[in-house]
């Protein structure tokens, strides 16, 4: 029974991989990839997603260090805010973005006025793929700061470290890999974002047009062959991923 | 530290999280209901329409309900051009209603449909925020410095349509700040704020009601959409769907596309 419902299982996730490679154009794929308008769309995810995944780090991993050391009244609150968008349809990320920094937005009402727009530009796309892949690396790395020995922290208190000392010179430094790791994952969130993106940012060529956006706007043109490919990079970008996150860095959890 | 299978355990989760949540949204809106007695046509219809048709055949639906009974209708609205897609990959839609002949034309040379009838026209508006703050007299004011203006992307008639227009009004290619998938989506970032002008159908400015405020194209520039219906051929419930396409074609549907600021197919 273990076995069949496994089985099944497996199946289920293999099979519409293969029905991308049975229909993938193999003669052209390489002119697919290479034509311009998907070389655009590609470099702005490359672009993008590397903007994201490093406003990630510089304010997941304070987050997450505080989540995993500090407690304080509303921490649970907190961590379920910050981990929601892992859950949230992205479109309805979207939606809030647009509610909050839009021109007429909760804040973006005041962005607009000194002349910083997200919507409908390449910061818009950006802030779309932070909202939906930051919970990915602040999850990693306060799970690592959790696992990580508190007491070499509290040591170098007692010898009179500051409390940023301790987080820049013991605690970042032991939760290295788990760090590379949460930065991985992060990415290949933030590179395979479209919900989000569509609905806040738009869709425009080499602006807020991303890869996924490229990919589907392409098969609504009707298309099929010009979609499969760029698809399928994402599809391989991914696998690289997990397959180097599991050998060598998932193992610091 | 977990042993090998809590690693792989946590790869999977990883997996599954990252793949779900890529592919976690669509843009086509589908609207479902459905109504029930007795009368003489009977089925469950699924009607594949443009976007813009979304008011006139909510509405026709409720006029139906009522005068047909037995067709239990249920729509999905969107793009023309992916509702074509849809239909080319097998979907279960019974009746298709085209913004455009040449989405209507792809299935007929796919021989995909029976014998289209256009049942309606419209035609381009500018749409623009009550009291059109940004002073908007026509096509030309929206290359203006400072005006944000969003388009339907040139494989959704509309978008192609509007091309036309600044064509005919000699004006060069306009820049919108986005291209979107389908007219509705296109207003929404009008009543969001987020856009200045837009350009979508007369109908759609009228459905928005006191939202939006419609500035005319002169007839010289603009042209004019024609919206053809079809059966499906691999419907299974021929009669009905050519029930409903006749209500639309010449029955009561015709009023309320008229209603909606539709006009007639002639």
């Not at chain 1, 602040?138 to 700061?145: G, I, Q, S």
């Not at chain 2, 109908?203 to 004019?224: E, M, W």
Request: net charge positive; glycine share 8%.
């Amino acid at each position: 029974m273990a076995i069949a419902g496994a089985t099944i299982a497996t199946l289920f996730f293999a099979v519409p991989l293969l029905g991308l490679l049975w229909r993938a154009p193999w003669s052209s794929a390489w002119e697919q990839l290479t034509n311009h308008e998907t070389l655009v769309a590609l470099r702005l995810s490359l672009e993008t997603s590397l903007a994201a995944t490093a406003l990630a780090v510089v304010f997941g991993v304070p987050l997450a260090w505080v989540q995993a050391r500090v407690a304080y009244p509303g921490r649970r609150l907190v961590r379920a805010l910050t981990t929601l968008p892992m859950v949230l349809p992205p479109v309805v990320g979207g939606i809030a973005l647009f509610l909050a920094f839009g021109r007429l937005g909760l804040v973006g009402q005041y962005l607009d006025k000194v002349g910083v727009h997200l919507p409908f530009h390449v910061p818009g796309a950006i802030a779309a793929e932070l909202f939906v892949s930051m919970p990915f690396l602040v999850l990693v790395v306060e799970a690592a700061f959790r696992s990580a020995d508190q007491r070499l922290e509290d040591a170098a208190r007692t010898l009179g470290a500051s409390r940023f000392s301790v987080f820049r010179r013991v605690a970042l430094p032991s939760i290295r890999p788990a760090l590379v790791a949460g930065a991985v994952l992060c990415w290949a969130r933030a590179l395979g974002e479209f919900g989000a993106t569509i609905t806040f940012a738009g869709n425009l060529q080499g602006k807020t047009q991303t890869l996924p956006l490229f990919v589907y706007v392409t098969l609504e043109r009707g298309e099929l062959a010009a979609a499969i490919v760029p698809s399928l990079l994402l599809l391989v970008i991914s696998v690289a991923v997990l397959v180097s996150l599991r050998d060598r860095w998932l193992s610091a959890l | 530290m977990f042993d090998w299978r809590g690693r792989a355990a946590v790869v999977a989760v990883g997996l599954v999280l990252v793949m779900a949540a890529g592919c976690g949204s669509s843009s086509s809106k589908s609207t479902a209901t459905t109504t029930k007695t007795t009368s003489n046509v009977n089925g469950a219809l699924n009607v594949f329409a443009a976007a813009s048709l979304t008011e006139a055949f909510t509405d026709e639906k409720a006029t139906l309900a009522r005068e047909k009974p037995d067709l239990h209708i249920t729509y999905n609205f969107a793009g023309s051009q992916a509702l074509v897609q849809s239909i080319q990959q097998g979907a279960p839609a019974d009746v298709f209603a085209s913004a455009g002949q040449s989405n209507m034309q792809t299935l007929v040379d796919a021989g995909l449909v029976e014998k289209p009838v256009t049942f309606a026209r419209n035609t381009l508006e500018i749409a623009v925020a009550p009291g059109n703050p940004k002073h908007i007299t026509g096509l030309a004011d929206l290359e203006r410095a400072g005006v944000i203006l969003v388009l339907e992307d040139p494989s959704v008639p509309a978008g192609k349509y509007a091309l036309q227009a600044f064509a005919s009004a000699k004006l060069p290619a306009p820049h919108a700040k986005s291209l979107e998938l389908d007219v509705k989506s296109t207003l929404a970032k009008l009543t969001l704020g987020e856009a200045d002008a837009v350009v979508v159908y007369v109908s759609d400015v009228k459905a928005a009601g006191t939202k939006v405020q419609g500035v005319p194209i002169p007839a010289a520039q603009n042209l004019f959409a024609s919206y053809p219906i079809a059966v499906v051929k691999a419907s299974t419930h021929k009669a009905a769907a050519q029930a409903f396409v006749d209500e639309i074609a010449t029955g009561t549907g015709q009023e309320a596309l008229r209603a909606r600021g539709f006009l007639p197919a002639g």
